[in-house]
């Protein structure tokens, strides 16, 4: 049996995986102050979050404009961790290329979305600082209701996965194509119980949630993905000079 199967979270549809202090608490220090430590401008300021984006936004046309990523996001967690889960082998680039920095003050969160073909449909997501509360929403056939009433009154979601600080959780298969993910905006994330959070079995201190609740801190991701389309920047400059 390898790590990652059995680091299934069996009550999800395929595929989720999920490995409690998969950083150590130093690494995840050292990460904190890193990213802390980067230019402002490095911050997009969202009206419900800010981002840090590596190395760069995609172009419109969804591509990365080839870069190594900086060191504190590459080591330890994609080498050797991630190398070592060989979850990424069997996409194009072997790794991850890109990843988002996601800040959530108190109270803040993210709308349910899904994050489209521009990836390989794998996502690796690093927990920093606080634990939070992932939703998970089927998404609706038919164009006219993808996502309507996601995140609505009375449209509760249909899974919940608790994400511990320094822990890893991995979505891939129709659990990245079928379902929208989000997270709500409350300044307290409550109903914590084996029942109603899916990974509750593999959680690493459960005993940190035996009240059923706890108040939102500070919590940051880190989601690790690989873009399909990759443009070298020669070649860029060659197609940006076509036209004089
Ligand atoms: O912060 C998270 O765990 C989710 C982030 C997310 O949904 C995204 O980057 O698309």
Redesign the pocket.
């Known amino acids: 049996m390898t790590v990652l199967d059995t680091a299934s979270v069996t009550s999800l549809p395929e595929h989720a995986y999920y490995i409690p202090n998969f950083i150590t608490a130093d690494e995840e220090e050292h990460i904190l102050k890193q990213m802390n430590s980067v230019p402002l401008p490095r911050w997009t300021q969202l009206s419900h979050r800010r981002l840090q984006t590596w190395p760069s936004a995609l172009t419109k046309l969804n591509a990365l404009l080839a870069a190594p990523l900086p060191e504190w996001l590459h080591d330890p967690i994609i080498s050797p961790r991630l190398e070592q889960l060989g979850c990424f082998s069997d996409a194009p680039h072997k790794a991850p290329n890109h990843v988002?920095i996601?800040e959530?003050c108190a109270g803040q969160g993210?709308m349910p979305?899904e994050?489209g073909p521009a990836y390989y449909p794998l996502?690796a997501?690093v927990?920093l600082a606080a634990p939070?509360v992932?939703d998970l929403y089927e998404k609706k056939m038919g164009r006219e209701s993808v996502g309507v009433g996601a995140g609505q009154e009375g449209m509760g979601p249909k899974y919940r996965v608790l994400?511990e600080p320094r822990s890893l959780?991995i979505t891939t298969g129709s659990l990245y194509t079928q379902y929208l993910?989000?997270?709500a905006e409350t300044l307290r994330d409550d109903k914590l119980t084996p029942e109603s959070i899916c990974n509750w079995d593999l959680l690493g201190d459960p005993q940190n949630y035996a009240t059923g609740t706890y108040e939102r801190k500070t919590?940051i991701?880190l989601?690790y993905r690989d873009v399909l389309k990759v443009a070298k920047l020669g070649n860029s400059i060659k197609f940006l000079n076509r036209g004089k």
């Open positions: 988002l996601n959530y993210i979305h994050d996502v997501t927990s939070i992932l994400q959780l993910h989000g997270i919590r991701s989601t």
